[in-house]
């Protein structure tokens, strides 16, 4: 327990994720525990958006949506291969918000944060234009499309994890802070592995607490915080079915509650429903889409579409809780998604805790908490055990233009990439490629090596999944279940049957010894 970390952050969401990333990027040591899988909280529930936020413009939280539409562009650039455009279509429900208004927030859409790359918005004749044929006849005449970006969020917080790994950071997932303590002003944070439940203390200057739904219980770790802030949990459940329509457009459709519920297309073959907003009590790890909140989506989608949407078309349904700060709020639809930052120095040390925060402006979220305690930080400068990547200084503002891992391609070339998998590896189908491509980015050859045939990957667990790919996520990537790899490391749980998915877990039972070592505590280093 010798070692004093720089930084030591609880929560491996895409908050702890970001700052973690940024301070080893920066040159600090830290250390990050989180007790499930990276991830496997609020991250990877949500609606799968890096976007500005249209609605919040009527919320007035001006700020908020110009800070995330520059975000997009940034966060396209820097992971091409998990975020992609998307164009939505808007129809104008006659009844609802006025066309006037519509035009007005798209106005403000496009302009009031810097787009440079997306296009922008158009009005559509909802009669002649292909995006209009799924709709119900002669309900819908006229409407608008326009621009947002798709996010595998998984991914994105599990990449985010292995570039703070490679910067050096100290990434333990299965891995609970039981007890938080501070001494001649330093954290003290007791860890128990939530397999082995041996424990393990660590020190550290700095304390964030990106415990996401949990950031309460967290500081009741006896941090010795009374927090001045309080979070408000919102549940948001989403519903998956087959592919609804042809083309490649998403729709945002408006409800007569206020409320607006997109529909997007969704890996390849289906069409991902969501979200409802509604405030959540008990544990959050308990959370499940409701009958209620199913058919409410259901309802909502099929006003707008020609084919009606019911609960017995849903293949795949998932809920979570999001924890926005308590801003008073009448209805959860309305509550902030800003983030909150409380800063607490009980014996001098520095402790951040988080509240709220969405997706899309995780990476300014970082650079901010970092800014916070940058007074209790050591100066950014690369400490002489860590040699950083050529094409980075450590500085403020950096992750702003270095790629996420896989990542360093321009914004439209993840068709050449597919291509070029398939010319070195033959074996491969072009669909194959592409979720290879689109997963792994670059260093999609990485783990594929040298194989010439399909024998050479290995054992096939179906949709494509090999035996090679299994490791080198059990290895790289701090999978360690089959849950772990079909639902965040992919949406393959989509395609394969629940025989297949069990017998992958009994697969990784039985070679667990030989996997690299994945239960190893300080997580994955390649």
Known sequence: MDRIFDLAIIGGGVNGCGIARDAAGRGNSVFLCEMNDLASGTS??????????????????????????????????????????????????????????????????????????????????????????????????????????????????????????????????????????????????????????????????????AGGPWVEQVLASGAGVNARAKVRLVQGSHIVVRKLYAHDRAYMFQNSDGRIVFAIPYQDDFTLIGTTDRDYEGDPSKVKASDEEIKYLCDSVSEYLAKPVKPEDVVWTYSGVRPLYDDGASEAKAATRDYVFELDTPGGAPLLSIYGGKITTYRRLAEEALERLSPYLRSATPREDFTPREDFK?????????????????????????????????????????????????????????????????????????????????????????????????????????????????????????????????????
């Open 44 to 209: 990877s529930w949500s609606t799968k958006l890096v976007h500005g936020g249209l609605r919040y413009l009527e919320y007035y939280e001006f700020r908020l949506v110009r800070e995330a539409l520059i975000e997009r562009e940034i966060l396209w650039q820097i992971a091409p291969h998990i975020i992609r455009p998307l164009r939505f279509v808007l129809p104008h429900h006659a009844g609802l918000r006025p066309a006037w208004l519509l035009r007005l927030g798209l106005f403000l859409y496009d302009h009031i944060g810097g787009r440079k790359l997306l296009p922008p918005t158009r009005s559509v004749d909802l009669t002649s234009d292909e995006v209009g044929k799924p709709l119900v006849p002669n309900r819908f005449t006229r409407g608008f499309e326009y621009s947002d970006c798709f996010v595998d969020d998984a991914r994105l917080v599990i990449l985010t994890a292995r570039d703070a790994a490679d910067r050096g950071a100290d990434i333990r997932t299965r891995s609970r802070a039981v007890e938080i303590r501070q001494a001649d002003g330093i954290w003290r944070v007791t860890v128990e592995n939530m397999l082995s439940r041996e424990r393990s203390t660590i020190q550290a200057r700095a304390l964030v607490n």
């Open 394 to 526: 450590a500085r403020q503002g950096w992750t702003a233009k270095a790629a996420l891992p896989g990542g360093d391609i321009d914004v439209s070339a993840i068709p050449a990439l597919t291509a070029e998998l398939v010319r070195h590896y033959p074996f491969l189908n072009a669909a194959h490629a592409n979720r290879l491509a689109h997963a792994y980015g670059t260093r999609a050859a990485k783990w594929l090596g040298t194989a010439k045939s399909p024998a050479d990957l290995g054992q096939s667990f179906g949709a494509t999944l090999t035996e090679r790919e299994v490791r080198y996520l059990m290895a790289s990537e701090w999978a360690l279940t089959a849950e772990d790899i079909v639902w965040r490391r992919s949406k393959l749980g989509l395609r394969m049957s629940p025989a297949e998915i069990a017998a992958l877990d009994d697969w990784i039972s039985a070679h667990r010894a030989s996997l690299a070592n994945p239960l190893r505590e300080a997580g994955a280093r390649t």
